[in-house]
Nanobody, 130 residues
Framework: QVQLVESGGGLVQAGGSLSLSCVLS????????VGWFRQLPESEREFVAD?????????TYDDSVKGRFTISRDYAKNTVTLEMTSLKVEDSAVYFC??????????????????????WGQGTQVTVSS
């Protein structure tokens, strides 16, 4: 079955950078769109960014991270990466990657709702200090 594992979280100074990785196993990454979400205790999981399955090169970012975060994929490693720069204290959260399978649609449509993603990693903590 599909499994996702995040890594790369840690403690970083405000203004610094951090790179998160999400490795998908069980199926080729080609057939999945992968999203990044983040969550604080007692808060709802919120959308950060996503990237389309193969055949498209569509990326979407929440306005709060646009221009600072970059999502990318590496099919050879079955890995999706979230590069985070100019980090702010408010970026602190547990970051999750999630996957949803390819559909028959001609055009890829981004989905920002957690309920649309069937597979989730366990999360990696990102803490940004001032």
């Amino acid at each position: 079955q599909v499994q996702l594992v995040e890594s790369g979280g840690g403690l970083v100074q405000a203004g610094g950078s951090l790179s998160l990785s999400c490795v998908l196993s069980g199926r080729p990454l080609y057939d999945y769109a992968v999203g990044w979400f983040r969550q604080l205790p007692e808060s709802e999981r919120e959308f950060v960014a996503d990237i389309s399955w193969s055949g498209n090169s569509v990326t979407t970012y929440d306005d709060s991270v646009k221009g600072r975060f970059t999502i990318s994929r590496d099919y050879a490693k079955n890995t999706v990466t979230l590069e985070m720069t100019s980090l702010k204290v408010e970026d602190s959260a547990v970051y999750f990657c999630a996957a949803r399978p390819r559909t028959a649609n001609t055009y890829y449509i981004t989905n920002k709702f957690p309920s649309a993603y069937a597979y989730w990693g366990q999360g990696t903590q990102v803490t940004v200090s001032s």
